[in-house]
């Protein structure tokens, strides 16, 4: 499996288990038993080699549909959840070449789930619209730095608007494209970060209620912390050590006093690095 997903896609209020298989070109989904087991999976064909997935409700039925980044073709699988925590067979979309991760979220205001990926090579983005009924629109793509290899879609200018942010892997830059409010977006604005940024995730670290940006820096074991300065810009890149090879971060409250701790996932010697807030 080359990535997961946790939600509970069967309304039993546990949750349950998502991956993308990109071996066998699948994603299997194992449901929560109820004790913190999990039953035997379910595989479900996708496009070839999925690198990414995301677990959200794309046709407003309430219940979460699977979507795969298709790394070899250039394509996203959406599977709609036909209520029971089954899933129907996929419906293909293209996008741009190398897809290697994918985010989902309503992107034009208009209270349905939208496609947005990262095209690995060429240094693009596809946002795909969705129509109402769980189908989406033909992709318009966006430039963003060298190889992106993760997206995230937040707000980070505070206008109610979704934002696309990328993590582009040559080069060392991440990508900030402003939302313009009818689902298009302005051009890039790139800041440097860390050798190979492989992960991105935006979160309020300092707690001043603006989003900001943290990435896994796959060269030299690092994450790069850059600071929202409240319009939408960023300060430049603090750097801090963790693991060989970190390819992937979260952020959460690991200890319970109320601030958000980094934590890295680091390819290398198999080890995650806590960083806890000061």
């Known amino acids: 499996p080359q990535s997961v997903a946790v939600v509970d896609v069967n309304s039993d209020n546990k949750p349950d288990i998502i991956t993308a298989n990109s071996v066998d070109d699948t994603v299997s989904v194992l449901i929560n038993k109820g004790n913190g087991t999990f039953a035997s999976q379910v595989t479900y064909p ?3 080699q999925p690198y990414g997935v995301a677990v959200v409700d794309v046709n407003g039925d309430n219940k979460p549909d699977i979507v795969t980044a298709n790394y070899a073709g250039g394509s996203v699988s959406v599977l709609l959840n036909t209520g029971n925590g089954t899933f129907s067979t996929q419906v293909t979309y293209a996008v741009g070449i190398d897809t290697y991760a994918v985010a989902v979220a309503d992107v034009n205001g208009d209270n ?4 947005v990926t990262a095209n690995y090579f060429g240094g693009g983005v596809s946002v795909l619209l969705n129509k109402g009924n769980g189908t989406f629109s033909t992709q318009v793509t966006y430039t963003v730095g060298m190889d992106p290899q993760s997206v995230a879609v937040v707000d980070v200018n505070d206008d109610s608007k979704p934002d696309i942010i990328t993590a582009n892997s040559v080069g060392g830059t ?6 313009r409010g009818n689902g298009t977006f302005s051009t890039q604005v790139t800041y440097a970060v860390g050798l190979q940024p492989y992960g991105v995730t935006v979160a309020d670290i300092n707690s ?7 990435t ?3 060269f030299g074991g690092g994450v790069s912390v850059l600071l929202n300065k409240g319009n939408g810009t960023f300060s430049t890149q603090f750097t801090y050590t963790v693991g060989l090879d970190p ?13 958000p701790d980094i934590i890295t996932a680091n390819c290398f010697g198999g080890t995650v690095s806590v960083l806890i807030s000061s």
């Not at 349905?112 to 496609?115: A, G, Q, V």
């Not at 390819?247 to 601030?259: L, M, S």
């Open 112 to 115: 349905k789930s939208d496609i």
């Open 174 to 179: 991440v990508s900030v494209l402003l939302n």
């Open 46 to 48: 996708v496009g070839s």
């Open 216 to 218: 896994a820096n796959y």
């Open 247 to 259: 390819r992937a971060v979260a952020v959460a409250d690991v200890n319970g006093d109320n601030k």
């Open 208 to 214: 001043d209620n603006k989003p900001d940006i943290i």
